[in-house]
Structure formats: structure tokens, C-alpha cells
């Protein structure tokens, strides 16, 4: 979401409890739309589904953008996460065969 703005006219509005409307307003307008809001909020009901969000977002720049390169690259491909021994998680892929998809 934008930061509020600075606007010295806005921190008497602050100080003051938000209303529930209002949070809910700003949000949707955050989202640009009903339908996206709504696959927002189904998403954010998957177990685990936030806490591998902060730590995503906690990757350095360069870090998170190796991540999203090596997911785009392997969109069609099954992952499975190991552990090797020293605690490292190693991401697996096993490209579907169309047999596969079909079972």
C-alpha cells in the first residue's frame, strides 16, 4: 500500500481511530478491484501462505529476484522442497510428463 502523505493538514485526521469503512475502502482501492481483492483475501487463508511471504520479502533485492526467475523458469515443472543435512532447503524440479498431468 502508498504511504500517507506528509501533508501537515492530515495529522490532526491521524491522531484520530480509523473507522473499519475506511480501512476497508482504502484497501480495495489498493487492489484496483472487487475480483482481485478477493483472490488477495483467498490467498492470504493458505496455511503458511504469510509467514513465506515475510520471509520472501526479507530476501535481499537480488536474492528474491534469483528466486523469481528460477520459479518463472520452472512454471510447468513439480517442485519439492529437501533439507540437507547442514539445514540448507534444496528446490527440486521433475518436469511433468503428459502422462503425468492426466492421472
Request: aromatic content about 4%; some cysteine.
Amino acid at each position: 500500500m502508498s504511504q500517507p502523505s506528509p501533508d501537515h493538514r492530515h495529522f490532526a485526521a491521524e491522531d484520530a481511530p480509523l473507522h473499519p469503512l475506511d480501512v476497508v475502502c482504502d484497501i480495495l482501492r489498493e487492489a484496483e478491484s472487487l475480483p482481485r481483492l478477493m483472490e488477495i483475501l483467498y490467498l492470504v487463508q493458505e496455511p503458511g501462505l504469510l509467514e513465506i511471504m515475510r520471509g520472501l520479502v526479507a530476501l535481499p533485492d537480488e536474492e528474491r529476484f534469483r528466486l523469481l526467475q528460477y520459479l518463472a523458469h520452472h512454471r510447468e515443472h513439480h517442485m519439492f522442497v529437501s533439507e540437507l543435512p547442514g539445514g540448507a532447503l534444496v528446490i527440486e524440479t521433475v518436469e511433468q510428463s503428459p502422462l503425468d498431468e492426466s492421472a
